[in-house]
T-cell receptor
Framework: GENVEQHPSTLSVQEGDSAVIKCTYS??????FPWYKQELGKRPQLIID?????GEKKDQRIAVTLNKTAKHFSLHITETQPEDSAVYFC????????????FGKGTKLSVKP | DTEVTQTPKHLVMGMTNKKSLKCEQH?????MYWYKQKAKKPPELMFV???????INESVPSRFSPECPNSSLLNLHLHALQPEDSALYLC????????????????FGQGTRLTVV
């Protein structure tokens, strides 16, 4: 079955710096890769996603890149702000299914003012 | 309306109790999910309903019993739970993919924080 590895597990950056979180997946049939942000005590919220027919997608300070050959995808946050502090989860769709997701273990991002 | 609504927000139950978690969405999504999330862990898929039919059960113990009465509602019936079942239970919904194998965005509810005593 699908396995998603996520690194690092914790990341601390200074406000204004960039943050990069990396994930790898195992199932070559996976074709949808969302990133969720979860603040303490709250629900996971989608921040950006990418499909397998696209190599890069950007939304303001957030970008995601996908390398299908290597089976890895990354989240890039530029000009980080304290409110970016949260746990970030990458996920991959289970190949051939109806949109079921397998999540990485999460990265706790801390942005220091 | 882009909300997935879960009730109750918090639940404390004894190991001999029977309780139910409820989830509702009015986005016309035909796929609904139950996830379990332990502290500092990612959400783990428990059940998937597609067009009100159970399509995936990820080897979940029978003390958890899902039900999908209609396309907008999803329940999770709980019976004889163990303290290790204490967790945040998240409901999610998504559109059916346009093509086989195409993933779609999952919208999550706020979750029910369950404590089993």
């Amino acid at each position: 079955g699908e396995n998603v590895e996520q690194h690092p597990s914790t990341l601390s950056v200074q406000e204004g710096d960039s943050a990069v979180i990396k994930c790898t997946y195992s199932d070559s049939a996976s074709n949808y890769f969302p990133w969720y942000k979860q603040e303490l005590g709250k629900r996971p919220q989608l921040i950006i996603d990418i499909r397998s027919n696209v190599g890069e997608k950007k939304d303001q300070r957030i970008a995601v890149t996908l390398n299908k050959t290597a089976k890895h995808f990354s989240l890039h946050i530029t000009e980080t702000q304290p409110e970016d502090s949260a746990v970030y989860f990458c996920a991959a769709s289970i190949g051939g299914s109806q949109g079921n997701l397998i999540f990485g273990k999460g990265t706790k991002l801390s942005v220091k003012p | 309306d882009t909300e997935v609504t879960q009730t109750p927000k918090h639940l404390v139950m004894g190991m001999t109790n029977k309780k139910s978690l409820k989830c509702e969405q009015h986005m016309g999504h035909r796929a609904m999910y139950w996830y379990k999330q332990k502290a500092k862990k990612p959400p783990e898929l428990m059940f998937v309903y597609s067009y009100e039919k159970l399509s995936i059960n990820e080897s979940v113990p029978s003390r958890f019993s899902p039900e999908c009465p209609n396309s907008s509602l999803l329940n999770l019936h709980l019976h004889a739970l163990q303290p290790e079942d204490s967790a945040l239970y998240l409901c999610a919904s998504s559109q059916r993919p346009r093509a086989e194998g195409e993933g779609t965005e999952a919208f999550f509810g706020q979750g029910t924080r369950l404590t089993v005593v």
